[in-house]
């Protein structure tokens, strides 16, 4: 029988130790920051310079082990717990657009106090299982960032939320390669801002893309997660985050965006245990160049280093008269060549989205999305090379596995999916497995938004899906779960910037578990200006 864990991201005073670890990460990426930021001081002398800031008070309630997915995911892993009263409070500055180079820059802080989540650990000594209450850190930073830009080009050091380049993060069910579904980790950004005109193309076509360095500090978590039974934990790697997307001529009615995401982890600090005692490590360093050769991998010793997935991505947007327009998109996933290559049937994000011309419509957008990820290149994996001296020299390049490794665990931080929410992440599995249950999931997604009244908006969600299990651990019976949301918003029209938020939420079925949870939030948001005016 297959073990299955997950709990809360950023538990207990265990996880202060964490803590600790993303503020050194952080301290690091920061002093470089403020000495670029420093050096752009020069070109914003002359000008006033706008600060944005943003403060919340949240506070949700329910029950269930987890807080509901409506409420739980896409949320850039804040919320987990089934009750949680949080404050939270942000200052940035966003690129000014006209001068050819700028400067960004930002602060997020959350404090927070949550109820625990148990879960099952192995004490080799005692020969038992013990039940273990967890919850998030009281306090951590979300983002702190600083960077650069001319023209087109931007450099970001730091913690930062990044948002999906394709799909609609208010109503999708997120993006499959990176989504606002985890937080952010400490890394280093550089790519176009925005879609810039290829040369002698006479403006019929358009380049973008971006690459991210990451360096994960969720080790404490893991190891206060891991069952330490009979199975391997995996700390110490580097992510690798890249995009390359092109776009045809937006002015005209017709416009397509097409291109790749690709993900890497790699390295690693490898422990394998077995019936409960130590097995031995395994330890994978990265140097410089192997981190330059993770934009373009190859192959050594027959295999692929380190965990690669992504997607091929493609959107058509038609702009109807009435300026309404209408969005289809598919993102095809892939986890080896086999789903590069397309053998993995329908497998992706299938989605229909409308954006109204008027933001005060009643419903200013929509979205309806098919998610199957069942097909997997296939239920069979055989490579000769796995087999030295076999004389069995074909291939089948199946069971892809999609968000799990043989070397790594899941596509998480802090317990939570860096890609789809969809599939359900490790920190549902409450028994300390830290891999994907269920890679072989099918279900829809539907979602709207819009405004009741000049003062008052909202956001539906429904979402069902089924699972089988994974292609090498496949369950025994199929299980489901459907989950639907209710959010509502009101700008009160006497404060400016004041908003009250309310949602209502549940889960229910056997893969994510009887959840139901409402919450309620306060922000404030405004801005100031500092400097002096330009002459």
């Keep these: 029988m297959f073990c299955r864990n997950a709990l809360c991201p950023d538990h207990s005073a ?99 106090a949550a109820s625990s989540t148990d879960y099952a650990r192995y004490l080799s000594s005692s020969q038992s299982w013990i039940e273990r209450g967890l919850r998030p850190s009281a306090i951590h930073v979300q983002q702190l960032y600083g960077g650069i830009r001319y023209r087109s080009m931007f450099l970001i050091i730091g913690l930062k939320e990044y948002p999906s380049a394709l799909l609609n993060d208010s109503l999708s069910s997120g993006d499959f390669t990176r989504s606002i579904n985890a937080r952010p980790m400490p890394g280093l950004a550089i790519g176009l801002r925005r879609f810039v005109d290829i040369p002698f193309t006479r403006k019929a076509l358009q380049i973008s893309g971006e690459i991210f360095y990451g360096r994960p500090t969720d080790s404490g978590w893991i190891e206060n997660h891991f069952n330490y039974y009979s199975s391997f934990i995996n700390t110490n790697w580097w992510y690798n985050y890249k995009r390359l997307y092109f776009r045809t001529k937006p002015s005209l009615p017709l416009s397509v965006t097409f291109g790749m995401q690709a993900a890497c982890q790699l390295g690693y600090k490898l422990t394998y245990f077995f019936n409960g005692g130590y097995g031995y490590t395994l330890v994978d360093h990265v140097n410089l160049w192997e981190t330059i050769e993770m934009l373009l991998p190859s192959p050594g010793e027959g295999y692929w280093r380190g965990n690669h997935l992504g ?72 490579a000769p090379d796995d087999r030295p001296g076999t004389t069995i020299t074909d291939e089948a390049t199946g069971s892809d596995s999609y968000y799990n490794n043989a070397n790594y665990n899941g596509y998480t931080y802090f317990g939570m999916g860096l890609g789809s929410p969809f599939l ?71 404060i400016p910037g004041l908003k009250a938020t309310g949602i209502i939420s549940m889960d229910h079925g056997d893969m994510l578990g009887n959840n139901f949870g409402a919450a309620i939030s306060l922000t404030y948001s405004g801005s100031f200006m500092i400097g002096r005016h330009g002459r």
């Design 424 to 494: 359900p992440a490790t920190i549902y599995n409450r028994d300390g497995y830290l891999r994907y249950v269920d890679t072989r999931v099918r279900g829809f997604h539907a979602a709207a938004k819009g405004r009741i009244s000049p003062h008052v908006d909202y956001r539906a969600m429904l979402s069902y899906r089924q699972g089988w299990g994974d292609s090498y651990v496949p369950r025994p019976h199929k299980v489901h779960d459907f989950s639907w949301t209710l959010e509502a918003g009101w700008n009160i029209r006497n």
């Design 14 to 112: 265990s996880h202060h130790i964490s803590d600790l670890r993303i503020l050194r990460e952080i301290l690091f990426h920061s002093r470089t920051s403020c000495l670029v930021i420093a050096a752009l001081l020069p070109y914003s002398t002359h000008a006033q310079t706008e600060i944005d800031y943003k403060g919340e008070v949240w506070m949700n309630a329910g029950s269930g082990d987890f807080a509901p997915y409506g409420i739980m995911s896409n949320r850039y892993g804040i919320t987990t717990q089934p009750a949680s009263a949080m404050l939270r409070g942000s200052v940035k500055h966003e690129w000014d657009t006209v001068p050819r180079w700028s400067w960004t820059a930002g602060a997020d802080i959350v404090a927070q």
């Design 311 to 382: 997607s091929w991505d493609m959107m058509a947007r038609w702009r109807l008269p009435s300026g309404h327009q209408l969005k289809a998109y598919f993102q095809w996933p892939w986890e080896d060549g086999s789903g590069i290559g397309r053998r993995n049937g329908w497998d992706g994000i299938w989605g229909i989205e409308y954006v109204s011309a008027s933001p005060r419509d009643i419903v200013t957008g929509a979205v309806i999305e098919y998610i199957d990820f069942t097909n997997q290149s296939g239920p069979m994996h055989w």
